[in-house]
């Protein structure tokens, strides 16, 4: 049993540890934008949407965009799409950038949420397992513990997409250095805790 706790700590400390320092680095450093101008008018239009802070605003602007864009399309007929797009670039590129943002934002609240209520449930294991543990369950103990690091792991990794406005994304990278740490002080109590209990 001791060989896996040892096994267990230095594993999930070497990851913590990483995420931590990867979640800071992100955080305080920021975007690094590429010194090259963007070619195309849609990534122009997306960088500027992105810096924009207020979401209602972006909602209500998209929202004129669209009907600007539905009114043109039923002046012009189905053959002339395309060239109606070409006629009115900024008016489509700044649309789709809006559409864009406005994804990416929603999947970066979405993310945060589940961030809690993920890890909560895997606290939740990890105490179940402690107190297994502490009653002389040990496999059984370990049997949980193990699962509820995992799941704070996962949702304390890094994200898989890097997008949306820049205050969503800080929010983002702040919730999970917090559960990064909360997990990290959360793994080494209870390896204290499992040595005392050990050395009695």
């Not at 543990?133 to 997409?161: D, H, K």
Request: net charge negative; charged share 25%; hydrophobic share 45%.
């Amino acid at each position: 049993m001791k060989g896996l706790q040892i096994t267990a700590l230095i594993i999930f400390g070497c990851i913590f540890s990483t995420q931590a320092i990867r979640h800071v680095h992100v955080y305080t450093i920021g975007f690094e934008e590429s010194i090259l101008a963007p070619a195309e008018s849609f990534y122009q239009m997306k960088e500027s949407v992105r810096m924009e802070e207020s979401t209602d605003e972006l909602l209500s602007e998209y929202e004129a965009t669209s009907a600007t864009i539905e009114e043109l399309r039923k002046e012009e007929s189905a053959a002339d799409q395309l060239v109606l797009r070409q006629k009115h670039l900024d008016l489509f590129a700044r649309n789709d950038a809006l559409a864009s943002e406005l994804r990416q934002r929603e999947e970066t609240k979405r993310e945060i949420r589940d961030i809690w209520i993920f890890s909560c449930a895997g606290m939740v294991l990890i105490g179940i397992g402690a107190l297994c543990y502490a009653r002389g369950y040990e496999w059984v103990g370990m049997s949980l513990i193990l699962p509820g690091f995992l799941e704070l792991m996962w949702w304390s990794a890094p994200s898989f997409t890097i997008g949306g406005a820049v205050q969503e994304f800080e929010t983002l990278l702040i919730n999970k250095i917090i559960l990064t740490l909360i997990s990290f002080v959360l793994l080494y109590t209870l390896w204290f805790v499992a040595q005392r209990r050990r050395a009695k």
